[in-house]
């Protein structure tokens, strides 16, 4: 470490042409790009214009062709079916390239779109660096969304092929992935052309034989692929999250800037070299997944963990401890509620005493925010540095962390640190002015940002200038709400939109509305996010019913649990809502979601001005109360 994180960080800011050019000579490229950074089109940066590459070559070949072939790149650990497996990077790359060659096969070519729909199984990893190595563009649906929600994606990005499972298993329940993509290709308007199902033991899948082919099958005669070469700024993945409205909005990634970006994280944010265990407890259907379970270890040279279990129940609280002395993770990096439930069941931490962590480094919690009581559980019981740190879907990677591999600072507890390289964060007002330390306003980060973020979305360049560029010309708009220390410590504390944030899942509130009204009963609902020790928040509806019906009150909350559960999938959490005669409004129409949330939480609030009728806010609380919600708040300042 000879340079001061505070060398580095101004490096990156003043400098990034030169910072980041560095940073990708590291990797290969076929032909070295025009410029470092193209800014002809803001707010559309592009990174290493001109420049040709591929990053499945930089994953997998590049280590093999630079004598690292026996290496291990993958180990595959799967508590639910006693399955553990482990591939060096010859291996792996010789799987991902014969079933690349299987997808071209196939007519699948560059630019096409790729659904991948899988539980945590090896096949998940090998069908994205497939797509990644012809220049594919892959786009990995959660397994705990259920049909509808993997229709509209479908419809959106309109997959040549779809690869999915005939199984996942969620604790002990058997999940029929196949059945719900079966009808998620019913409701969708756009049909793929293949499906490619991956037979698992646990259940088999009935196949369309005029659609859908077996794992297995795709494979027969398939030649393996060689890496396409692509432009740095073409697509990787999409990747579908949360917004405001029930429309998903798919992040687009590029090849070029979110490899330099990546594997320059994980040296300078998670101080990792090549060669070591580097394991992400999450899911590639979420931004974690997709960059630290696939492609950041692997673009490293470290050898990376697919894990299929929970961190409690499969077996035990012990199984991340299990998996951390069994195969020498040094660094794990989960959301807080994985932690949260471990020490809910083992809160003394006992499982821990019987493994062996001496190679185990540092914990990095991201998600949510790491709330102190958390954290210092995970200081006290592992005695390992544990750093929060913060970002988003759309970034890709860290905007802000205590950056291990440059220059670790001191951990303050409910801060994810300072912002990251590459990374001008300020909080401003909504005049985009920047506000001085300790003052809460919206965070906002300088263009252009740095490789690596997204590059528009999916066929939205509009939508995505509106949501995220526009309201602070000159700044993206992270839509979350804090402060910054005296010290540059930053402290993300709520989200500014309606998104949120369920054991470290992303999800609208609009969506579950949209649910919602589905039911012919319903004739409109808000939803708002209450705070849920294990998970953090979980969704609360508020459902306003159409005249006439008569219909039994706890039959139509049952039914509307279920149309959330069937439309928008298990990981909704949706297990609790209240029938009221009206919804808190202004006067102008907008639902007073904000106020409604604070009193479902006990927070204080202040009495919006402009509501409509103040008495609906007494009418919510005592509703809240009949269903055992134990209400303090009050107003506590009426505004002029
Ligand atoms: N496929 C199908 N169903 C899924 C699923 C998947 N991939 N993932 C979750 N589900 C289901 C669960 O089985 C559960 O169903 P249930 O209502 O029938 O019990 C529901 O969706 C909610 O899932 P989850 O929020 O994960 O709750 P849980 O009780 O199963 O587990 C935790 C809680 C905290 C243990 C778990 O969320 C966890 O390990 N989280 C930390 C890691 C993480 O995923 N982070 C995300 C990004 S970093
Ligand atoms: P996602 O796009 O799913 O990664 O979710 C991003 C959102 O999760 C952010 O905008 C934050 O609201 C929240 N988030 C992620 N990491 C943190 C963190 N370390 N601290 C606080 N909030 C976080």
Known sequence: MSQSFSTVYQHSIQNPVAFWGEAAEKLHWYKKWNTVLDTSNPPFYRWFAGGMTNTCYNALDRHVDEGRGNDLAVIFDSPVTGTKQRYTFREFRDIVALFAGALQSRGVRKGDRVIIYMPMIPEAVVAMLACARIGAIHSVVFGG??????????????????????????????????????????????????????????????????????????????????????????????????????QPKGIVRDHGGHMVALQWSMKNVYNVEPGEVFWAASDVGWVVGHSYIVYAPLLQGCTTLIFEGK??????????????????????????????????????????????????????????????????????????????????????????????????????????????????????????????????????????????????????????????????????????????????????????DDVINVAGHRLSTGAIEGALCEHPDVAESA???????????????????????????????????????????????????????????????????????????????????????PVILDEIREGLQTIGYAIKSKSITKDA
């Open 145 to 246: 969304f259920a049909s509808h929600e993997l229709a509209i994606r479908i419809d959106d990005c309109k997959p040549k092929v779809i690869i999915s499972a005939s199984c996942g298993i969620e604790h002990s329940k058997v999940i029929d992935y196949k059945r719900l993509l079966d009808f998620a290709i019913e409701l969708a308007h756009f049909k793929p052309e293949i499906c490619i199902i991956k037979q698992r033991d646990q259940l088999k899948a009935e196949l369309n034989e005029e659609r859908d082919l077996t794992w297995n099958q795709s494979l027969l005669g398939a030649e393996p692929a060689q890496c396409v070469p692509v432009e740095s700024s073409d697509p990787l993945y999409i990747l579908y999250t949360s917004g405001t409205t029930g």
């Open 527 to 613: 939803v708002v996010g209450v705070h849920d020790d294990l998970k953090g928040q979980v969704p609360l509806g508020f459902l306003v019913l159409k005249n006439n019906v008569d219909t039994p009150h706890n039959q139509i909350i049952k039914h509307v649990i279920e149309y959330v559960r069937e439309n928008i999938g298990p990981v909704a959490s949706f297990k609790s809502a209240i029938i009221v005669d009206r919804l808190p409004k202004t006067r102008s129409g907008k639902i007073l979601r904000g106020t409604m949330r604070k009193i479902a939480n006990s927070e204080e609030y202040t009495m919006p001005a402009t509501i409509d009728d």
């Open 311 to 496: 961190p409690v129940g499969t077996p035990d609280p012990g199984t991340f401890w299990r998996i951390i002395s069994e195969h020498n993770v040094a660094v794990l990096f989960t959301a807080p509620t994985a932690f949260r439930a471990i020490k809910k069941e083992d809160p003394n931490g006992n499982y821990i005493k019987n493994y062996d962590l001496s190679r185990f480094r540092t914990l990095f919690l991201a998600g949510e925010r790491a709330d102190p009581d958390t954290v210092k559980w995970a200081e006290r019981n592992l005695n390992v540095p544990v750093i929060d740190h913060w970002w988003q879907t759309e970034t890709g990677w860290a905007i802000a962390a205590n950056c291990q591999g440059i220059e670790p600072g001191p951990v303050k507890y409910g801060s994810s640190s300072r912002a990251v390289p590459g990374y001008n964060v300020q909080v401003v007002n909504s005049d985009l002015e920047e506000l001085p330390a300790g003052q809460m306003g919206d965070i906002v980060i300088k263009q252009p940002l740095p490789p690596g973020t997204m590059l528009t979305l999916w066929k939205a360049d509009n939508r995505f200038v509106e949501t995220y560029m526009k309201q602070f010309p000159g700044y993206y708009q992270t839509s979350d709400a804090g402060y910054i220390d005296e010290d540059g410590y930053i402290y993300i504390m709520s989200r500014t």
